[in-house]
């Protein structure tokens, strides 16, 4: 797969437990690469190239602020994450309720 339509695809993209975690930061807001890297053990290049695929997604979007640039959380594109996950979950629940069910009759 290309690194193109491998960024485009919102599962890959956020397979990366780096990646996951910057999301994860950006959950508390509009911030700059420089405050994003501060948690990581890696340069500051490793973080704007987790960023930009991150834009290529769609899951965040950049601005320049005069000299720094400053990400912000998309989640619109996670619908789709989360749309999957809910037919697992609706198996999950009708399985704990046969459960609950057997364990009522024995």
């Known amino acids: 797969m290309s690194r193109q339509s491998a960024s485009a695809d919102v599962f890959q993209v956020i397979a990366d437990p780096t990646r996951r975690a910057i999301l994860d930061l950006l959950l508390r807001g509009e911030q700059p690469v420089k405050q994003l890297a501060e948690p990581f053990a890696m340069?500051?290049?490793?973080?704007?190239?987790?960023?930009q695929i991150l834009c290529e997604a769609n899951l965040v979007e950049v601005r320049k602020s005069g000299r720094q640039r400053l990400y912000k959380l998309k989640p619109e594109p996670l619908k789709q994450v989360s749309a999957w996950i809910a037919n697992y979950e609706e198996f999950w629940q009708d399985k704990l309720e046969a459960l609950g069910n057997y364990l009522e009759e024995n």
């Open 43 to 51: 340069s500051l290049p490793a973080i704007s190239q987790h960023l």
